[in-house]
């Protein structure tokens, strides 16, 4: 987007991050702006690239994968395409990060077991080395990006 986002940009996605399904009428009472006016504004982020999508949120316990893992991948050049692929079409695999460091790729997982992780592991070991962690529990997850924050590196609250 070439031009910054105002105030009211900001408004909006917030309250779309909150609940993607709100109609432009109540999306304009939040905003105090008309609904054709937050219709333009919607299709203007969409088109922009800033506003790429609406989705659903699924427990993935209740969905019967309760089990939740990050991988760290390190493999040779050679492989690096492989992996990428692989992240790419495994149902498994919720997110696949290239990554700064000795790791090549931090992936996050989601399993219906412990065979089931363990199977997702094995895919990954033929491309290179892998670390696996088991999450516990989650204390955030899926978070709104905060938009119009303070920056906390200058001290604000």
Known sequence: ??????????????????DARLSFRALGRRVDLSQPAVADRVRRLENAGVLTGYRGQIDRTAAGLPITAFLRVRCTTDKFKAVQ???????????????????????????????????TIERFREHGETVSSVVLSTIAENKPIALNAPDVSKGAP
């Open 85 to 119: 692929r692989l992240a790419r079409d495994l149902p498994a695999v919720l997110e696949c990060h290239h990554v700064t460091g000795a790791d090549c790729f931090l992936i996050k997982v989601a399993a219906n077991g412990m065979s089931g992780l363990e199977a």
């Open 1 to 18: 987007m070439k031009e910054k986002l105002d105030s009211t940009d900001c408004k909006l996605l917030t309250c779309l991050q909150e």
